[in-house]
């Protein structure tokens, strides 16, 4: 009997080997977690709590627009140039913005500031979508919780216009009124926002196709977006050999000059804008007013709503050298902070689920920002 117990130590020494091994690579990407919150929490797509019925199944419809993410590139043709190949698939997310857009101007009649929220519905869906679809791209692991960020001001701002309006209160400001500002601010950042996802999301899906290492060297591309190629090969290949820690710093690393590309040439043409600077104003004159009460951007909150789980997730604080966030290296510095700081969230199990969970409950579109009286 002997040799048949030293066997079975010897087997069960290799299956625990085995097991560490596959355990290490499924910590660096753990699909089996996001997969099983996906469909835990699939019961919130029928939730009538927060939106009626009818409104719902309005929403189901723009999540599952946001989510053919394979739509996007199928009928892409990859044998052509790689910037030829990037404008396809921007094309095709412009197309899928069109459709959102037609969509929301039916349902709400036409209202400006309901299909201004609609846009950022399906900004928020797409960003859940396509970092279950390509978890190895970092940027939206973040991107989805600076956007609702963006949701949460976009909502205080049209209150603010609402109640103005309906008490017939109109507050000249800089030679228009304020609530004409809140909402032409809110048209140009929710431009600025679907501006970002369709280009961070041809990134992402070129590198999954194409690959960062063909990538890298594209003359096309800025120069932070070939140096975030080149960190995002690198962190592939720690990945490839189970090195969790270091795919994801570089990954972090990576992001951060995704993030970069984004803030200097993206969004950057968006604050330009003479309206962005009255805004920025704006925001700093009821931030004042309201002893930091109500504040259109601010810190950003890993987590669906920060009323809501004002006990729970975390908070990434604005690094405090930052007081324009119209200066394109001011927001540089906050991705920077924001991408490192998820990142050592991240690298625990309580945040790594915290991380999954809001993120796909904000996929979802449950406990989101949200004032059903705006009009």
């Known amino acids: 009997m002997r040799p048949f117990y030293i066997l079975f130590i010897v087997f069960t020494a290799i299956s625990g080997l085995t097991r560490c091994k596959k355990d290490k690579n499924i910590d660096c990407i753990d699909n089996t977690q996001r997969n099983e919150l996906l469909q835990s929490l699939q019961k919130y797509s029928f939730d009538s ?21 394979d739509a996007l590139s199928d009928n ?11 404008d396809q698939i921007l094309s095709n997310f412009l197309a899928h913005i069109a459709l959102v857009e037609q969509k929301a101007n039916a349902f709400y009649n036409g209202s400006q500031a ?5 846009k950022n519905a399906f900004v928020l869906m797409s960003y859940d979508a396509l970092q279950r679809k390509y978890p190895e791209f970092m940027w939206t692991q973040l991107g989805i919780f600076a956007a609702n960020e963006v949701r949460n001001g976009l909502v205080m701002a049209l209150m603010l216009r609402q109640t103005l309006m309906k008490n017939n209160i109109n507050i000249p400001f800089n030679g228009s009124d304020v609530s004409s500002v809140l909402l032409a601010t809110s048209d140009v950042l929710i431009q600025g926002q679907l501006d970002v996802l369709s280009d961070i999301g041809c990134l992402g ?11 890298k060297n594209e003359a096309w591309l800025t120069n932070e977006g070939r140096k975030a190629f080149r960190l995002q090969e690198l ?8 090195n969790c820690s270091q795919y994801m710093d570089l990954q972090t690393q990576a992001a951060i000059q995704f993030g970069a590309h984004e803030q200097i040439y993206i969004l950057q043409p968006m604050w330009d804008q003479p309206l962005m600077a009255q805004f920025a104003l704006l925001n700093q004159v009821v931030t004042q007013l309201t002893q930091h009460q109500l504040v259109f951007f601010g810190d950003i909150f890993v987590g669906t709503n920060k009323s809501s789980e004002f006990n729970k997730g975390y908070t990434i604080k604005t690094p405090a050298n930052v007081s324009n966030l119209a200066n394109a290296s001011q927001r540089v510095d906050v991705a920077i ?24 409950k904000i996929g979802y579109f449950y406990d989101v920002y949200n004032a059903p009286w705006i009009e």
Not at 57 to 67: K, Q, Y
Not at 114 to 118: A, D, E, H, Y
Not at 205 to 215: D, F, P, S, V
Not at 340 to 348: F, L, Q
């Open 114 to 118: 309901k299909i201004v929220l609609t």
């Open 337 to 360: 902070n924001g991408f490192n700081t998820i990142n050592s969230i991240r690298k625990s199990k309580a945040g790594s689920y915290w991380i999954d969970y809001s993120q796909i």
């Open 205 to 215: 899906i070129l590198n999954k196709k194409i690959g960062a290492g063909n990538i």
């Open 49 to 69: 709590v927060q939106f009626s019925g009818n409104e719902r199944r309005f929403l189901n419809e723009i999540r599952a627009i946001a989510n053919d993410i």
């Open 235 to 242: 962190a592939e290949q720690q990945l490839a050999i189970g």
């Open 76 to 86: 892409v043709d990859t044998t052509i140039s790689i910037e030829n190949t990037y």
